[in-house]
């Protein structure tokens, strides 16, 4: 059941929120403290790695790890953040710079940004990634490539060998709604019998994207994903395609929370680091004591809301 459907009543802020972290209730959450302080850890490392001071133009992604990524940029402080445009990646993340008070700017008016921080689904050994489970990776992949830096954080669960191994819901494939047919039928004749529309959960129909588009998910088979880049390029060339969520040698570095409370580093240059936790990001701390659940059961939970 979604946020909605189980809080009609719900205030904006609260359903937004709610649906930002896809989080459940605080008894659920004590069950997922270690994937949530791995989330963390992850986000918390990669802002005091990549965000500087000399740092002006920043993209945020989306998804359940991001927002640890504005609560670190935020705790570096107003007078930092005071000179900053953030761009967002999709509606998720424009809300959480806009509930932060930073300064909103978009794409078109900053097509260089020094450095995006973004979610994924799955990421392999050469750092290659499965993105667009959120649905937002044509968003996502325009501000990856006008990055200078694109960086990615994540729990341990997505650090992968190979695309498709721990992901198995397919390679998402923003498309033209009129041309969603057509598609099915070409990715299934290249290699995915199982191509299939996204439905959305709450509404009847498919899923649309902040841009209007629909989803197609496409399993593909460990022979395909191997080679991502191949792939890539075969799905992008069919017509109505508008972008595909494998995201292939973008990355400078992925950082995953363990749930020791290290973080595995891993570069584009094959280095792979590991790095003992944030001192203020605790290893294995319950996620009720973030900002965001702490928001989330004063303004929802301690209502008595079942999610
Ligand atoms: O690709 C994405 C949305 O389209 C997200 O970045 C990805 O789903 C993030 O996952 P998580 O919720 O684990 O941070």
């Given at each position: 059941m979604s946020t909605l459907a189980t809080h009609p009543g719900a205030s904006r802020r609260a359903y937004r929120l709610l649906a930002w972290v896809d989080c459940p209730p605080r008894s659920v959450l004590k069950n997922l403290s270690a994937i949530e302080a791995s989330?963390?850890?992850?986000?918390?490392t990669a802002v005091d790695k990549h965000i500087l001071p000399e740092h002006k133009y920043i993209?945020?992604?989306?998804?359940?790890?991001?927002?640890?990524?504005?609560?670190?940029?935020?705790?570096?402080?107003?007078?930092?953040?005071?000179?900053?445009?953030?761009?967002?990646?999709g509606f998720q993340s424009k809300e959480l710079i806009v509930d932060a008070n930073l300064q909103l700017g978009d794409v078109d008016q900053y097509p260089t940004?020094?450095?995006?921080?973004?979610?994924?689904d799955e990421v392999d050994a050469d750092l290659n990634c499965i993105k667009g489970g959120g649905a937002c990776h044509l968003r996502e992949k325009v501000l990856a490539e006008a990055a200078i830096t694109w960086v990615i954080v994540a729990d341990f669960r997505k650090n992968s060998s190979v695309l498709g191994t721990t992901y198995k819901k397919g390679v998402p494939v923003e498309v033209a709604p009129f041309a969603y047919a057509k598609l099915l039928a070409n990715l299934r004749m290249i290699g995915s019998p199982d191509a299939a529309l996204r439905m959305a959960v709450n509404k009847a129909g498919p899923i649309v994207t902040d841009n209007g588009n629909f989803v197609i998910d496409a399993p593909f088979g460990p022979e395909y994903m191997k080679?991502?880049?191949?792939?890539?390029?075969?799905?992008?060339?069919?017509?109505?395609v508008v972008e595909v969520g494998l995201f292939c040698h973008m990355a400078k570095a992925?950082?995953?929370?363990?749930?020791?409370?290290?973080?595995?580093?891993?570069?584009?240059?094959?280095?792979?680091?590991?790095?003992q936790s944030t001192p203020d990001a605790p290893a294995v701390q319950d996620p009720s004591e973030s900002y965001l659940s702490n928001k989330l059961s004063t303004a929802e939970i301690g209502n008595g809301h079942a999610v």
């Amino acid at each position: 059941m979604s946020t909605l459907a189980t809080h009609p009543g719900a205030s904006r802020r609260a359903y937004r929120l709610l649906a930002w972290v896809d989080c459940p209730p605080r008894s659920v959450l004590k069950n997922l403290s270690a994937i949530e302080a791995s989330k963390r850890l992850a986000a918390y490392t990669a802002v005091d790695k990549h965000i500087l001071p000399e740092h002006k133009y920043i993209g945020i992604g989306s998804g359940s790890t991001v927002p640890y990524v504005v609560e670190r940029i935020v705790a570096q402080g107003a007078a930092v953040n005071k000179d900053r445009v953030f761009i967002p990646t999709g509606f998720q993340s424009k809300e959480l710079i806009v509930d932060a008070n930073l300064q909103l700017g978009d794409v078109d008016q900053y097509p260089t940004l020094d450095v995006t921080i973004d979610g994924a689904d799955e990421v392999d050994a050469d750092l290659n990634c499965i993105k667009g489970g959120g649905a937002c990776h044509l968003r996502e992949k325009v501000l990856a490539e006008a990055a200078i830096t694109w960086v990615i954080v994540a729990d341990f669960r997505k650090n992968s060998s190979v695309l498709g191994t721990t992901y198995k819901k397919g390679v998402p494939v923003e498309v033209a709604p009129f041309a969603y047919a057509k598609l099915l039928a070409n990715l299934r004749m290249i290699g995915s019998p199982d191509a299939a529309l996204r439905m959305a959960v709450n509404k009847a129909g498919p899923i649309v994207t902040d841009n209007g588009n629909f989803v197609i998910d496409a399993p593909f088979g460990p022979e395909y994903m191997k080679d991502p880049l191949t792939l890539l390029t075969r799905i992008k060339m069919l017509t109505g395609v508008v972008e595909v969520g494998l995201f292939c040698h973008m990355a400078k570095a992925a950082y995953f929370g363990n749930e020791d409370g290290s973080v595995t580093v891993r570069h584009n240059d094959g280095r792979v680091e590991e790095v003992q936790s944030t001192p203020d990001a605790p290893a294995v701390q319950d996620p009720s004591e973030s900002y965001l659940s702490n928001k989330l059961s004063t303004a929802e939970i301690g209502n008595g809301h079942a999610v």
